[in-house]
C-alpha cells in the first residue's frame, strides 16, 4: 500500500508540475521582452478633412478626425490601415440626413457610431479594435 500511496503522490505532484509550467508559459506571452507594454496615449490625425454630401437640408459636411490608441505600438498598424478606415467613415457618412448632423446629439452620435465603425473595421483586419477613442477636431455642417 505504501507504494501506491508514493505512486499517487508522484502522479500528483507531475500533474502539478505540468500544470503551473503551461500557466508560467502562458503567462510569459501576454509580456514583450519580460514586461507587459506600458500605457502610452497616443492620437493619429486621419490625414486630409473628410467631405462627403448629405441629404435633407446642408449640402455636406467637413469634418478632422483623430484617433486615440491607448499603445504606442499600435500607431504603425492604425497608420497602414488608414485607407480602410477613412472609406469605413466615408460609407458611414455619407447620404446622411444634413438636419441631424447640425445638432449637439447628432454630432456625438456620429462620433459613437464612427468610432465603432473603426473599431469594428481595426478588429477586422488586425484582430483587436486598437482604437481607444474617437475625437473630432474640425466639424462643419453647411
Known sequence: MQVNEMENT???????????????QSFAGDEKDG???????????MGRSIVTNLTDGPKYIRCDIQLMTKYASNVDIIKLHM???RHTILMLIAGADGKKLLTPDGKEALRKQALEAVRKKLEELTDQPRV??????AYYVK
Open 132 to 137: 481607444k477613442d474617437l475625437y473630432f477636431t
Open 10 to 24: 508522484l502522479r500528483k505532484l507531475v500533474i502539478l508540475l505540468i500544470v503551473i509550467f503551461i500557466s508560467a
Open 35 to 45: 514586461e507587459k507594454e506600458a500605457v502610452k496615449i497616443s492620437y493619429v490625425d
Open 83 to 85: 485607407p480602410a478606415l
